[in-house]
């Protein structure tokens, strides 16, 4: 991972959200049934660094961003 900078679950537990601030992405890791094991990206070309992810109350996600700065 690079610099995992977030992790929850989804509500069925069937896997797990990562967020990588050095790739400014999402990952998928899922947890059961035939895709036990494989990691999937979720969510790429985030227009900041995420920050921290949670668990929003009707299934989805919130990812925080960090603002990135024109001069690095």
Do not use: R
């Not at 494989?38 to 299934?59: E, M, V």
Request: aromatic content about 10%.
């Amino acid at each position: 991972l690079a610099f995992a900078s977030g992790v929850t679950h989804s509500a069925d537990l069937h896997f797990l959200i990562i967020c990588e601030s050095c790739t400014i992405t999402g990952l998928m890791y899922w947890l059961k049934e035939e895709k036990m094991g494989q990691t999937l990206i979720f969510i790429d070309n985030l227009p900041g660094g995420p920050d921290s992810l949670n668990l929003a109350p009707h299934g989805s996600f919130y990812i925080a961003l960090l603002q990135m700065s024109p001069n690095g």
